[in-house]
C-alpha cells in the first residue's frame, strides 16, 4: 500500500512542474528568454505567465515550437502509468 502512495506522490510531483527559462542574447544584441514548458501537465499559459514574469515591461515572441509526441505507458508492481510526450518551448525577446 505504502510503495502505491509513494508512487502517487512522485508521479504528481513530476506533473505539477513549472516552466523552466533560462537568459540568452539575441542575435541583435536584445535579452532574450528560452522558456520550456513541455508536460502533459503543463500548457502554454505557463510558458506565457513565465515571460510575462520574467519580462516585466513586455516581450516579443521571436520563436514557438511544439509537438505533440507519442504516449507512454509503463507498469510496476505499484500500477499502470501514463505520460505525454508533448514539448513546448517559447523564445521571447524582453521588451527594455
Request: charged share 15%; aromatic share 6%.
Amino acid at each position: 500500500m505504502w510503495i502505491r502512495i509513494a508512487a502517487v506522490t512522485v508521479t504528481l510531483g513530476a506533473l505539477a512542474g513549472c516552466a523552466a527559462s533560462h537568459n540568452t542574447v539575441m542575435p541583435d544584441g536584445r535579452a532574450g528568454l528560452s522558456i520550456n514548458c513541455s508536460g502533459a501537465a503543463m500548457s502554454w499559459n505557463q510558458c506565457y505567465e513565465k515571460a510575462g514574469k520574467e519580462c516585466p515591461h513586455g516581450y516579443d515572441i521571436v520563436s514557438k515550437d511544439g509537438d505533440v509526441g507519442n504516449g507512454m505507458i509503463g507498469a510496476s508492481n505499484a500500477g499502470l502509468f501514463g505520460a505525454s510526450g508533448n514539448s513546448r518551448a517559447l523564445l521571447v525577446a524582453c521588451k527594455p
